[in-house]
């Protein structure tokens, strides 16, 4: 195994000790298998109890694992017959971003993500998974074409961002996110979103207006990336990983805060140590959901789209002239308007 | 009653901005305020306010011939910020605004380090709410759905707050049939809200369609500055997409990009005339122009039966 995050030392550890015993135990031909399977079981617990226990930052680590599956990977475990379409028909063909037609038991859909590289090459290729305003135009694009021929989206999340870079902002990187959350707010066909890794701010969005919105367990989804919050909050990009702490970013928050639907469980050590697995749990949650959403009009499944992101948000009316605007603030919501959230 | 209960009355009456909240006091420049600093251009004022000296020309003049301009500079004209209720003022028609929502605030719904005394903080040096005003009113005689925002409260920064106030008032609009104008200035989404921030990119976007299915006009007015999650959602979603000479507009702030590619980025780089260029925007509108271009666009919109018969 490689590319172990600072928080799996204590199993590299302890699993090269269990190698060795086996190796001393087979090379002086000593019995030794009592001491190897109570190892073993020190392992298993120790191994548990750290993946459940994953603070933010540790989760951060995870979810950017070098090894971490990327979507295309798991369009081929999902799906069957994929067929890449590329483009997006203005400027140019944004790697960063890919997309097609695949077949899911059967029943066409449109696939749509965010595509990180696997080695140094992949990666500077792909821009980091970071795409410019031609990868959402893409995504756009095909998105339109799902509606018009009535198949299901199905996208997949993965970006520390959109790229920052002067080019994007010259084609005009706030405008072709922006469409994209009004345009995907109105389709008629349902949306699945999958957050598979990193959900970093207005770039993963960009592909997150669903109708549900799903998350693997060890990924996360914040505004910004901890680095960048950490620099604009106290000017210190190193603050990182207490900025994750105070972000609330992890697959527990979001179902708390009510901005995913549902976690999609990882295999022991994270989606990397068994994709297909992991792709197995994936399928399963998308069948499941989409079952329930197929027999939706047009009409049902944009307005229950537009009704989900509508209520997210948590704020209060000030009651009496006598409260302090602040100080009121942890006490209760007095009037609050129709339909709207509040703690 | 409070400070904030004499700013805002509670009554839904049509109401008048006294005319003493039209001159905003110095106050400190907040931390968030400072780091956006560094991407924008911001009015230096002297301390003892009776003299502004411009940041672009350095000229000097009298603090209430500046503010009896606009906030635009009489000799270069750069045009200085506004906060909600000095734009609300210049836009709207004399005694016209009734404002909704006046009453939200935010509960740090994250219970993010340091977010409540911020808020406190921003709250009493601006004398607002939130980072944004929105409600109802008239220009040139159209009624309209107006929203403006104050980047000098929390950076103009997008919470929960902001983006219900804008929701809301995108549901008005739709129900009313009247033209929505929002007027944007903003650092982007504030980080002490967190995902809640980010969702109301979607949330403010989601309404934009329904709005734009129900064929109401929307007209997008840009000012310095409108970076980040605001550019990237309702701000640069505008059927007609104006900005004032010299703002900034873009989604990653300048600091960012010259860290990211290592290249000084040129001066006029993510200005209005910039995105104009890069087709980004219809126009570029001096401010003392900007009341009767936003009367025109909506007499334009404003299409009875009885014209159609003249023609």
Redesign the interface.
């Known amino acids: 195994m490689a590319g172990e995050a600072s928080f799996e030392q204590p199993l590299v550890q302890l699993r090269t000790k269990i190698e060795e015993t086996k190796k001393f135990s087979a090379a002086q031909k000593v019995d030794m298998s009592d001491m190897i399977s109570k190892l073993e079981q020190e392992y298993t617990t120790i191994e548990q109890s750290i993946y459940e226990n994953l603070k933010p930052s540790e989760k951060m680590q995870l979810a950017r694992h070098a090894q971490r599956p990327t979507t295309l990977e798991y369009i081929a475990e999902i799906f069957t017959d994929f067929i890449e379409l590329h483009g997006d028909r203005s400027y140019g063909d944004d790697l960063a971003i890919v997309g097609g037609i695949a077949k899911l038991n059967g029943l066409p859909v449109t696939v749509v993500g965010h595509q990180k590289g696997k080695d140094t090459k992949d990666n500077i290729a792909r821009n980091f998974g970071m795409p410019h305003p031609e990868g959402f135009r893409k995504a756009l694009r095909l998105m339109q074409q799902a509606d018009k021929f009535s198949r299901p989206i199905i996208t997949f999340i993965d970006t520390p961002g959109?790229f920052?870079?002067?080019a994007?902002?010259?084609?005009?990187?706030?405008?072709a996110?922006?469409?994209n959350?009004?345009?995907m707010?109105?389709f008629g066909v349902p949306i699945i979103c999958i957050v598979i890794g990193e959900g970093g701010?207005?770039g993963a969005?960009?592909l997150?207006?669903g109708n549900r919105v799903l998350m693997l367990e060890h990924s996360i989804?914040?505004?910004?990336s901890p680095e960048?919050?950490a620099s604009?909050?106290w000017?210190d990009a190193t603050q990182a990983h207490r900025a994750a702490e105070?972000?609330?970013?992890t697959s527990k928050?979001?179902l708390e805060?009510g901005?995913v639907d549902q976690i999609i469980v990882e295999p022991l050590g994270g989606s990397h140590r068994d994709t297909t697995l992991q792709a197995q749990f994936m399928k399963d949650a998308i069948i499941s959901n989409l079952k329930e959403m197929l027999p939706m009009t047009p009409h049902q499944l944009k307005m229950d789209?537009?009704a989900k992101?509508?209520r997210?948000?948590?704020?209060?009316?000030?009651g009496s002239?006598?409260d302090?605007?602040?100080s009121s603030?942890?006490t209760n919501?007095k009037?609050q308007?129709n339909g709207?959230k509040?703690? | 009653m409070t400070v904030f209960d004499q700013l805002f009355p509670r009554k839904k009456v049509y109401i008048n901005i006294p005319a003493e909240r039209r001159t905003p006091t110095v106050k400190p420049i907040a931390s968030v305020e400072e780091s956006l600093d560094e991407v924008v251009q911001s009015p230096k004022e002297l301390p003892n306010n009776l003299i502004y000296k411009c940041p672009r020309c350095t000229k000097q003049y009298f603090t209430k011939e500046f503010e009896k301009n606009e906030k635009v500079c009489p000799a270069c004209n750069f045009h200085g910020r506004l906060n909600a209720i000095e734009r609300i003022q210049i836009t709207l028609d004399e005694g016209t605004f009734e404002e909704y929502q006046a009453d939200m605030v935010s509960v740090d719904p994250l219970n993010f380090p340091g977010y409540k005394e911020k808020y406190a903080k921003h709250q009493l040096n601006t004398g607002f709410r939130d980072a944004i005003i929105t409600g109802q009113g008239e220009i040139t005689g159209n009624p309209v759905i107006i929203a403006a925002m104050s980047f000098e409260f929390f950076g103009g920064s997008m919470g929960s707050v902001v983006g219900e106030k804008i929701a809301y008032a995108i549901e008005q609009a739709i129900h009313s049939k009247h033209p929505l104008i929002i007027f944007s200035t903003s650092g982007g989404a504030r980080m002490e809200e967190s995902i809640l921030s980010l969702m109301q990119m979607a949330k403010t976007s989601a309404l934009l369609s329904q709005l734009a299915e129900e064929r109401g006009l929307f007209i997008s007015v840009l000012t310095d500055p409108t970076l980040g999650g605001v550019s990237a959602s309702f701000a640069m979603l505008g059927d007609v997409n104006i900005a004032e000479p010299g703002a900034i507009v873009g989604f990653t702030g300048r600091r960012v990009i010259e860290q990211t590619i290592r290249q000084k980025l040129p001066d006029n780089f993510q200005t209005s005339e910039f995105n104009l260029k890069h087709g980004q925007l219809d126009m570029v509108v001096h401010r003392q122009e900007l009341k009767s271009v936003l009367g025109n666009l909506l007499d334009m919109h404003r299409v009875t039966p009885s014209v159609v018969e003249g023609f």
């Open positions: 959109a920052p870079g002067s994007a902002e010259e084609r005009g990187q706030g405008e996110i922006a469409r959350l009004r345009e707010a109105s701010s207005g969005l960009a997150g207006v989804y914040s505004v910004s960048a919050a604009i909050l000017k105070a972000m609330r970013i928050d979001m805060l901005v789209r537009c992101f509508r997210i948000g948590q704020f209060m009316m000030i002239p006598n302090n605007a602040v603030s942890t919501a009037l308007q709207l509040v703690n």
